[in-house]
C-alpha cells in the first residue's frame, strides 16, 4: 500500500474518534491527522488508546482558519481529507443556527478552497487526491410514517433487529431530492452542495457519503443513546419529546467507519453512496430497550426503570422518520452491517456504564445547563 498523508477532521468526535482509531490501526505507513477545534464534542480522551502511535499526529485547528489549513496542507503534502468535523446536534441547531452555517458551510467550503490551491499547484494536480465528505441522512428531509404500526421491510441486513419493522413505504435513496428541516441539516445540505460543486466546477476528486444515526462508545451525552443510558443509571428523568412515535435507523458506529474506509479507498469519485443497515425503530421501543438492558446488567428488576419515562414538549419541526436504503453500497463495494443491533445495544450499554469515568468527565461541565430552560418537563 503506497504511504499516504490524510487529514481526518473532527477526529475527537464521535464518529470521527472511531474513524481515526481504524486508520492509524490498520494502515502504520500512512501519516494520520486528526485535525479538531476540541469544541464541547471534541475529547481526545476517546483517542487514548493511539495516541502515540507514531503514524498519528493531533492538530487542534478550526476548519474556517483558510490560511493555516493551507499552509498544513503544503507543509504535510496532504493528498486525502475525510471530512467528519461539524455542528452535530439538530437542538443546538434549533437554538443557535449561526455556529452550524459556520462551521458546516464556512468551514467545509474553506477546506475545500484551501485543498483545491494546494492540490492545482502540484505538478500532478489532482491525481491521486481524495475530499471525501461525511454527510447525513437528514439532509433528505422526513419520511411519512403511513404503517405506524409497522410492515414487513422490503429490506433486511445483519443490523436489522428482531421482528425488524419498516414504519412507512419510502426509504432516503441516493437519488432522493434534499429537502432538509431543521437549521443542522440545511448547514449540511449546504456543504454536500459546495463539495459537489467542486467536483463539477474545478474537477476535483470528491465523494459524499449521507449515514443514519450512528451509535456506540464515545458519543457526546447530548445525544438520545447515551443520555438515557446515562440517566436511567443515574435515576434521572428520560425526557421524550413528543409522543416517542418518531423514527430512527440506527447503525453502529465502528459499522460505519468501515464504511467510510472502504470507500475512501474504492469509492468512484463524484459518487454518493448511502450507508445505513436497515434498521428503524421508535424512540419509544428504542428506549424500551435501554431501559431493559441497563436494569438487567445493573441487577435492577425488571422495568424498575420504567417510571423514568417523561414525555416533554417536542422539538421543534422533529422529523417524523428516516429510512435509509444502502443498497448501492451493499451491491458496489460488498460492505455490511457486522453487528445486529440487540447486539450492537448491549455492547454500547455495558461500554458507557464500564467507563463511567469518561462519562462524569464530561456531565461535569456545562453542557447541561445549556438545555435548562429548553425543554420544560411537562410530567
Ligand atoms: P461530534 O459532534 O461528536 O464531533 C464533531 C467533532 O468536530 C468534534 O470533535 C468537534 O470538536 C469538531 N469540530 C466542530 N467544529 C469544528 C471546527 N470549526 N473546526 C474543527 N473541528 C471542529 O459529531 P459526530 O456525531 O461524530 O459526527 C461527525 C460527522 O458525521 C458530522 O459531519 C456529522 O454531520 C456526520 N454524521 C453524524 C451522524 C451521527 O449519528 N452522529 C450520522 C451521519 C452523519
Ligand atoms: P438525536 O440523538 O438527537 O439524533 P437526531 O436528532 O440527529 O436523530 O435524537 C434521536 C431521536 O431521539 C430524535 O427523534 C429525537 C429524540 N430525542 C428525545 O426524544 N429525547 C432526547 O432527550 C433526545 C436527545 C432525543
Excluded at 475545500?112 to 439532509?139: C, M, N
Amino acid at each position: 500500500m503506497a504511504k499516504r498523508n490524510i487529514v481526518i477532521t473532527g477526529g475527537a468526535g464521535f464518529i470521527g474518534s472511531h474513524v481515526v482509531r481504524l486508520f492509524v490501526n490498520k494502515y502504520p505507513e500512512y501519516n494520520i491527522i486528526n485535525l479538531d477545534k476540541l469544541t464541547y464534542a471534541g475529547n481526545l480522551a476517546n483517542l487514548k488508546d493511539i495516541e502515540d502511535k507514531p503514524n498519528y499526529k493531533f492538530v487542534k485547528m478550526d476548519i474556517c482558519d483558510f490560511d493555516a489549513f493551507h499552509k498544513l496542507m503544503q507543509q504535510e503534502q496532504i493528498d486525502g481529507i475525510i471530512h467528519l468535523a461539524a455542528e452535530s446536534h439538530v437542538d443546538r441547531s434549533i437554538k443557535d443556527p449561526f455556529t452550524f452555517a459556520r462551521t458546516n458551510v464556512m468551514g467545509t467550503l474553506s477546506l475545500l478552497q484551501a485543498a483545491k490551491l494546494y492540490w492545482e499547484s502540484l505538478p500532478e494536480g489532482y491525481e491521486g487526491k481524495r475530499f471525501y465528505h461525511i454527510s447525513t441522512d437528514e439532509v433528505y428531509g422526513a419520511l411519512t410514517m403511513n404503517h405506524p404500526e409497522g410492515i414487513e421491510p422490503p429490506f433486511k441486513t445483519v443490523a436489522s433487529s428482531e421482528g425488524h419493522k419498516a414504519y412507512g413505504d419510502d426509504f432516503f435513496y441516493e437519488t432522493t431530492k434534499y429537502n432538509p428541516h431543521s437549521p443542522y441539516s440545511a448547514s449540511k445540505a449546504s456543504s454536500d452542495h459546495f463539495v459537489r460543486a467542486y467536483h463539477d466546477t474545478y474537477g476535483m476528486p470528491t465523494i459524499v457519503t449521507n449515514c443514519s444515526n450512528n451509535y456506540g462508545p464515545y458519543q457526546f451525552p447530548e445525544k438520545l443513546i447515551p443520555l438515557f443510558i446515562n440517566n436511567i443509571r443515574n435515576r434521572k428523568p428520560l425526557p421524550v419529546y413528543g409522543k416517542g412515535e418518531n423514527v430512527r435507523d440506527w447503525l453502529y458506529v465502528e459499522d460505519h467507519a468501515r464504511a467510510i474506509d472502504l470507500i475512501f479507498h474504492e469509492g468512484e469519485v463524484a459518487e454518493t453512496y448511502n450507508i445505513g443497515g436497515f434498521n428503524e425503530w421508535k424512540n419509544i421501543d428504542l428506549i424500551k430497550v435501554m431501559i431493559k438492558t441497563v436494569d438487567r446488567i445493573l441487577g435492577n428488576p425488571e422495568g424498575a426503570s420504567l417510571d423514568l419515562i417523561t414525555y416533554v414538549t417536542d422539538r421543534l419541526g422533529h422529523d417524523a422518520r428516516y429510512a435509509i436504503d444502502s443498497t448501492k453500497l451493499q451491491k458496489e463495494l460488498g460492505w455490511e452491517p457486522s453487528l445486529q443491533f440487540e447486539e450492537g445495544i448491549e455492547k454500547t450499554v455495558r461500554w458507557y456504564l464500564d467507563n463511567q469515568e469518561w462519562m462524569d468527565n464530561i456531565t461535569s461541565g456545562e453542557y447541561e445547563k445549556y438545555y435548562e430552560d429548553m425543554y420544560k418537563y411537562n410530567g
